[in-house]
């Protein structure tokens, strides 16, 4: 595919995403985990497929990635979910992007987890800085406190040195898609069971932020001082709170619907 020609599956989702295919099922959330697929299979050329940004950075303790914190888990149980709660002809499987692969541009969403600890290089920035003008949407999610921020920012300044990174109203169209999220949860990581808090670090207060294009569309999402990975990868621990495990997995739905349909 020409980097000039517009991406495939950004046309494919504008063309066929309908109100008529996100009208929710009354399913609840509850046996999100369930692997019953009332929408059956997907087609042979589904209109979305989640993908996790490979991206440069540091490794956890035992070399493992960053960027795959959580995974395959989260998408896993994520993607069962979608399937259960919409209408959505999604990919039965997830896929991992490296930043610099061409086929970034055929996919309207990417999900890049522990941003806290991402080194961008220029090359990278440039490449996310593209796909994102020409109608990408990031969300990032799974980072908290000073230090993780202030890594993060250097990153998005590379990406974005122009473009200011603001509080989303709680009216933006991003919460309103399939569901109307007024009031806003911190969503803790499994730890909270662990340590009895909703925080890590010094990540007291959760904070939805973004950075919009010149036309007023949503082009990332930060989802900071939470973790909405290990909300949808444990959606069937009976200890971990459903009201987290219910909201985490109504932000993606919005955020999915809205880089489908924006």
Known sequence: M???????????????????LVALIA??????????????????????????????????????ER??????EAEQHLIRGIRRLTRIDIAEESKNLSIMDDALFDYPWIYAVE?????????????????????????VDDF??????????????????DRAIVDIPPDDGVFHVA???NEHVQIPGIQSLYSGRNYEKDGFTPHWRGIYDDD?????????NMDLGDAWEHADVPEYSLLY????????????LYAMTH
């Open 2 to 20: 020409s980097r000039s020609s517009p991406p495939t599956l950004f046309r494919r989702a504008l063309d066929r995403v309908t109100w008529r």
């Open 27 to 64: 399913i609840p959330f509850a046996v999100l985990a369930s692997d019953t697929t009332p929408n059956g299979p997907a087609g042979p050329n589904p209109e979305f497929q989640f993908i996790r940004l490979q991206y440069t950075g540091t490794s956890l303790f035992g070399g493992r």
């Open 67 to 72: 960027w795959l914190t959580d995974f395959p």
């Open 115 to 139: 941003v806290g600890h991402w080194m961008l290089s220029d090359e990278e920035a440039a490449r996310l800085r593209e796909y994102l003008l020409r109608g990408g949407f990031l969300m």
């Open 144 to 161: 908290h406190g000073t230090l993780e921020w202030a890594t993060f920012i250097q990153g998005m300044h590379q990406i974005f040195p």
């Open 179 to 181: 569901y109307d999220i």
């Open 216 to 224: 007023g569309r949503l082009m990332v999402v930060i989802n900071f």
């Open 245 to 256: 495990t219910n909201r985490a997995y109504k932000y993606a739905i919005d955020y999915i």
